[in-house]
């Protein structure tokens, strides 16, 4: 064989022997990890998950059977500990909730945040989320504004066949956009459609085998061209519009007089001017894009599968039907003062909260030292997920 076909050969095999001892090492662990099953070094459970064909929820539902509660999984040669059930969640998030307070760094959901910064951040934004109203009375007049250009677009259907899925979309997004940019958009609006679409095309690119793919080999599928380069691309497009509405706000913002989240965030900013601070511009883009996100998924989709659920059981929505027009009539606003009058109504909707499983994996926690659950050892930065399939 010639020199050169000898050291080819020869490195071929000692990187070979480095990427399999590296990933041995990381899977062995001391022996005390939760049971699970047999990991192949480098891409781990990746084959035994099928993920194109059923899903990662429901092979982990598969696993919880033969496993338990509480079990490892390897993606790609990431680690991860899957808990499964009400008790051992209660146990690692209530009884040891500062152990489990870490962030597990799923790349393309861009939930990386960790330590004392994306706390001091969190709080921030919880505060501010409260004194603009959210969780408060004062809450309900921008929602009741916005149900009303609701009403007047599902009017403009005439009873005609229509899918509601952005319609809910828009109304929920504004209620969130009044907090953070101070103000709500047209339905119409170019820029803010825009927006909307991004949301639910990554939403599909979240869901997609390419994506599970790029969160197990994200050095590897760098190079492969496929549709999880468009996450990417979408979201450079969400800050471009953020950090326009940043600057604007920055222009006009008058410090005695805080209009919304962004201006409360460039008050705090001043206040630390003088002294390296966590909060600056990049960080006010990352929140506000991750408030925007997070306060138009949810309750969008929570709404149209409440409807779904509503359709498939008529004789439900009729009984609900009943007590609106009973106790709110249909010549005003409902309000949350009706709440306490509308017992089955109240019950409907947290049925249907509890039913549709809106994130059955959880989001993705990362211990942030040794800890034992149950009598298994769990390795600092470990990351696990909450299966809360049904």
Known sequence: MEPLGITTVFLVICVSCLLFLS???????????????????????????????????????????????????YLGSERV????????????????????????????????????????????????????????????????EETHFLVERLRNTHGQPFDPTLFLTHAVSNVICSIIFGDRFDYEDKKFVTLINI????????????????????????????????????????????????????????????????????????????????????????????????GTGTTSITMKFGLLILLKYPEIEEKVHEEIDLVIGRSRSPCMADRSQMPYTDAVIHEIQRYINLVPLGLPHAVTRDVYLKQYLIPKVTFDIKLECV
């Open 23 to 73: 990933a041995w090492r990381k899977m062995s662990g001391s022996g005390k990890l939760p049971p699970g099953p047999v990991a192949f070094p480098i891409i781990g459970n990746t084959l035994q998950l099928h993920l194109k064909f059923i899903g990662l929820c429901a092979n982990l539902l598969q696993l919880s059977e033969k496993y338990g509660s509480i079990f490892t999984i």
């Open 81 to 144: 500990v899957v808990l499964y059930g009400y008790e051992i969640m209660k146990e690692s998030l209530i009884g040891l909730g500062e152990e489990f307070s870490g962030r597990g760094s799923i790349i393309v959901i861009l939930l990386s945040h960790n330590g004392e910064r994306w706390k001091k951040l969190r709080r921030f934004a919880l505060t501010n989320l409260r004194n603009f109203g959210m969780g408060k009375k004062s809450i309900e007049a921008r929602i009741q």
């Open 199 to 294: 949301i639910e095309e990554n939403g599909k690119l979240q869901r997609s085998p390419w994506t599970a793919l790029y969160n197990f080999f994200p050095t590897l599928m760098d190079y492969i061209p496929g549709p999880h380069h468009k996450l990417f691309k979408n979201a450079q497009e969400f800050r471009r519009f953020v950090l326009e509405r940043v600057n604007m706000h920055k222009e006009s913002l008058d410090p005695s007089c805080p209009r919304d989240f962004i201006d409360a965030f460039f008050i705090k900013m001043e206040e630390r001017k003088n002294g390296q601070s966590d909060f600056n511009v990049g960080s006010l883009v990352r929140s506000t894009v991750e408030l925007f996100v997070a």
